[in-house]
């Protein structure tokens, strides 16, 4: 009598398994039928990348302003690393006009009411300039107690084309960037 159940059972099973088989046949010809065999939703997809796309835009901007801020121009392994010349600066004080053309000796000229210190400003940036012709920058260092008219005509006198310069060849300006700073000891 045991065997009996086993046989029914396991023809129900047999049949269930049929039925499965038969609902699959039936849901894929339907599919084919229908037109969405291989159809795959992209649409999830897209908005993915369309997030990641955003992202990599910002990065990368933010990476090429840090590049170019800092504008570097880094030595390559053949090239030997060499100390920046100073730059030749000028110090105007009361009274007084110190002349550094980069070679660590500056002159100092005594101001008056002539100008004959602003008179020999532009032989000492010629001499600056034949020193290190690349040389673009200077600095203008200024004393606390100098007054405003007294600057200007440092600067006046530095922007003075001298007709020794334009004969060596050079260019109306010797030095056309200036940085402008406190004299050492002065007050800011």
């Known amino acids: 009598m045991s065997a009996v159940p086993l046989l029914l059972i396991d023809d129900e099973d047999a049949e269930a398994a049929k039925r499965r ?52 121009d880094l030595p390559g392994k053949a090239m030997a690393v ?5 730059l030749p ?22 101001r008056s009411a002539d100008g004959k210190a602003l008179a020999l400003l532009p032989e000492r940036l010629l001499a ?6 690349k040389q673009e920058a200077i600095d203008l260092l200024v004393g ?4 405003y008219a007294d600057v200007v005509a440092v600067i006046d006198a530095m922007r003075t084309a001298t007709p020794a310069a334009v004969r060596a060849g050079y260019p109306g300006e010797l030095f056309p960037r200036m940085a402008i700073g406190d004299a050492a000891g002065s007050a800011p």
Do not use: C, H, W
Request: charged share 25%; proline share 6%.
């Open 21 to 72: 088989t038969a609902r699959r046949e039936r849901r894929i010809k339907r599919q084919l039928r229908l037109g969405r065999e291989g159809e795959l939703n992209i649409v999830s997809m897209i908005d993915v990348f369309a997030v990641l796309v955003f992202f990599l835009l910002v990065t990368a901007s933010i990476t090429a302003a840090r590049l170019n801020v800092l504008a570097l």
């Open 82 to 86: 060499s100390k920046p010349l100073p």
């Open 89 to 110: 600066s000028i110090t105007v004080l009361d009274g007084a006009l110190l002349v550094d053309i980069g070679d660590g000796r500056p002159q100092r000229y005594v």
């Open 128 to 133: 600056a300039k034949r020193r290190e012709p």
């Open 144 to 147: 606390p107690e100098v007054t």
